[in-house]
């Protein structure tokens, strides 16, 4: 039995440096240069053009009052934040706001238990209008 080769690891190519006598002197010149930019010339950086539709100024269709839907993890943020949630949208959005809770989200704070009663008792406000999703099975978030 012989010995196994072992591979070489960070095993590179050997390159001719510029240096060497092998080298054209046109080829040693090109990559010594380096081009110097000059600090007074305006950069000009190319920015992809987005549909004015996603800018809130352009867009008519946007306006108050807005109709907003909240869920589980909007709530229990603002709990943690200490902010009644209406009073935050509007002073956010500088408008009026009419928040909307799903039955799926309702569902989703019920199952979480005893631990997110607050959060269950804030979901239930009369506040926030109830907002029933039009689907045979109840949405699921998936992670």
Not at 104 to 113: N, P, R
Not at 132 to 140: D, I, L, Q, W
């Amino acid at each position: 039995m012989g010995k196994q080769k072992t591979k070489k690891f960070a095993a590179m190519k050997r390159m001719i440096s510029p240096k060497d006598q092998r080298v054209k002197e046109k080829d040693r010149a090109k990559s010594n240069e380096k081009k110097k930019e000059d600090p007074s010339k305006i950069k000009e950086k190319e920015v992809p053009k987005y549909p004015s539709c996603l800018f809130f100024q352009y867009n008519t269709q946007l306006g108050p009052p807005y109709h907003i839907l909240v869920d589980t993890n909007f709530i229990n943020f603002s709990i943690k934040a200490k902010l009644d949630i209406v009073q935050s949208m509007m002073d956010c959005l500088y408008a009026k706001c009419i928040p909307y809770i799903t039955d799926c989200v309702m569902a989703e704070i019920e199952k979480l238990g005893m631990k997110y009663r607050v959060a269950l008792r804030i979901a239930k406000d009369p506040d926030l209008n109830d907002y029933h999703v039009p689907t045979k099975e109840p949405m699921r978030m998936t992670v």
